[in-house]
């Protein structure tokens, strides 16, 4: 007789039922059961909130301005959107590719120029530079896979690592060869405050979040609701089952790391009007892009979305613990009690 399996190929081990994962969320998901994995997902979430609840309390108790932790928080929440949105590119590529991309934030910064070009030549709004930057950032990343990255498939992980390490610099320099070493900025018009429940927030960060989440529920109904999103988590589910099944997975990996290279480059024009922009620009989002993909689980898309959210906060809320630090202080250390305590991820599911 044969024992039920995992659609990993895994044994199952919850005595009998026969279990398979949601490559959109990385969470497994039991024939008979399944009710007690949602009480888990529930209870994971619940125990979140409250963390978060118990933070900007004790926030409060430190500075002592319900001023300072409502700006703390409102800042947090919108730049933990835009996070957000660049781990979901990130953990979608190594959901389906099995790829950890370090040149992620270099294809950021890509965008970020590109949006620079966009605003000083011809004048447009930053956020038009979306129409123009998603685009070329899809195609550059459709050329870097098939071109590059195709090779290294099924080859040792460090390979890979170096490959995509190597793509980085390459990139990092180029940029500092076309545009040079001098900072740049690009100016929203009417970029003025909003008042948010006691605190203030621009109009940029206010934009940039919001077309961030709209963005993210957009790549959510790509995954669950078309047949490209289908085939993209039945190969990032097994391979050789999609092969078998007449999915051609070698388009499915072309276009999956062209969907999450897109998904950097909106970033990087949602940020322009916040950041200063430099070749290296890109370095800091994507060491807070696998920060929040481990937090989130890896491969996790939707956990990706709320461990940005995490992370935008910790480092909002982390400035108030330890004043005179760097923000991220906080947020490596949130990283590492999260590897002792839970290595899938808050949101992750046990290999």
């Given at each position: 007789m044969t024992r039920p399996t995992t659609a990993h190929g895994a044994p199952a081990e919850d005595g009998g039922a026969v279990t398979a994962a949601d490559p959109a969320t990385d969470t497994p998901v039991a024939a008979t059961g399944g009710r007690a994995w949602w009480r888990g997902a529930v209870g994971r979430t619940a125990l979140v909130l409250l963390l978060a609840v118990l933070a900007v309390a004790l926030a409060y108790w430190r500075s002592g301005s319900g001023v300072v932790v409502s700006q703390a928080v409102v800042t947090g929440i919108l730049i933990g959107g835009v996070y957000g949105l660049v781990a979901m590119g990130l953990t979608l590529i190594f959901g389906v590719l099995d790829i950890v991309n370090f040149a992620h934030g270099a294809f950021l910064a890509v965008a970020l120029y590109v949006t620079v070009e966009m605003t000083g030549r011809f004048g447009v709004h930053p956020y038009l530079a979306l129409l123009v930057a998603v685009p070329v950032m899809f195609l550059l990343g459709a050329a870097v896979q098939r071109g590059?990255?195709?090779?290294?498939?099924?080859?040792?992980?460090?390979?890979?690592?170096?490959?995509?390490?190597?793509?980085?610099?390459?990139?990092?320099?180029?940029?500092?060869?076309?545009?040079?070493?001098?900072?740049?900025?690009?100016?929203?018009?009417?970029?003025?405050?909003?008042?948010?429940?006691?605190?203030?927030?621009?109009?940029?960060?206010?934009?940039?979040?919001?077309?961030?989440?709209?963005?993210?529920?957009?790549?959510?109904?790509?995954?669950?609701?078309?047949?490209?999103?289908?085939?993209?988590?039945?190969?990032?589910?097994?391979?050789?089952?999609?092969?078998?099944?007449?999915?051609?997975?070698?388009?499915?990996?072309?276009?999956?790391?062209a969907i999450g290279t897109a998904c950097a480059g909106a970033a990087g024009v949602l940020v322009s009007p916040l950041v200063t922009i430099e070749p290296t620009t890109g370095e800091l989002f994507n060491i807070?892009?696998?920060?929040?993909?481990?937090?989130?689980?890896?491969?996790?898309?939707?956990?990706?979305?709320?461990?940005?959210?995490?992370?935008?906060?910790?480092?909002?809320?982390?400035?108030?613990?330890?004043p005179g630090q760097s923000p991220l202080l906080a947020v490596f250390v949130v990283f590492v009690l999260v590897l002792f305590l839970r290595p899938q991820g808050l949101f992750g599911s046990k290999a």
């Open positions: 590059i990255l195709s090779f290294s498939i099924g080859q040792p992980l460090e390979n890979q690592l170096l490959i995509t390490l190597g793509l980085a610099l390459l990139i990092d320099n180029l940029l500092l060869l076309v545009f040079g070493p001098n900072p740049r900025s690009v100016a929203l018009p009417g970029d003025s405050g909003v008042e948010i429940l006691g605190a203030v927030a621009t109009v940029s960060r206010l934009l940039a979040f919001g077309v961030a989440l709209v963005l993210a529920a957009l790549l959510y109904l790509l995954l669950q609701r078309t047949r490209l999103g289908t085939a993209i988590r039945a190969v990032a589910a097994n391979d050789t089952g999609a092969q078998l099944v007449g999915i051609d997975t070698r388009r499915i990996y072309m276009l999956t790391f807070i892009a696998f920060v929040v993909v481990v937090l989130g689980g890896m491969g996790n898309v939707v956990g990706a979305l709320v461990g940005g959210l995490l992370i935008g906060l910790t480092e909002q809320l982390g400035a108030l613990y330890l």
